[in-house]
């Protein structure tokens, strides 16, 4: 299975040697879109005051999932990062244009989640969507992992 990273330029150099160290002891081959890329070849706008390098993922994103035709992606969105992912499942399912229903999601009863997809959509699955930040935060120390950089909630 690849590994796909959407880059917006703001990740530290820390982050893109842990992806490309990962890849590698996985043997998993690493895609890698940027945003930058993007504006280059005009299938992004360049960011303007008020919007954020993080929202132009989202074209970068979609481009990359009909690129390499995948039925789903794998993200660490958590529902408590921002208010619009608070009714966010796991299984987040996509029309062909990459917007998101919340009154047309499969229900995910005491955690039984259904992945059958229709022709034309796609999937985003968010495994840490109901972990909050102390969760991570207990995680990191659990597992002896170093952190280094800035919690944007």
Request: net charge neutral; proline share 6%.
């Amino acid at each position: 299975m690849p590994l796909l990273n959407i880059q917006t330029g703001l990740e530290s150099p820390q982050l893109i040697s842990f992806l490309d160290a990962r890849a590698r002891e996985l043997g998993a081959k690493l895609i890698v879109r940027t945003v930058d890329e993007a504006i280059a070849r005009g299938t992004c706008e360049p960011p303007t005051a008020g919007i954020s390098r993080y929202k132009l993922q989202l074209p970068v994103l979609l481009n990359a999932i009909e690129e390499f035709q995948f039925d789903c992606a794998i993200g660490g969105a958590r529902r408590d990062e921002e208010s619009a992912r608070a009714k966010e499942r796991f299984f987040s399912f996509r029309d062909s244009y990459g917007r998101w229903d919340p009154k047309n999601q499969h229900p995910e009863v005491w955690n039984l989640y259904n992945g059958k997809i229709n022709p034309g959509e796609n999937l985003r699955v968010f495994p840490l969507s109901n972990w909050t930040r102390q969760d991570v935060e207990t995680y990191i120390a659990k597992e002896g992992l170093s952190f280094a950089g800035n919690w944007h909630n």
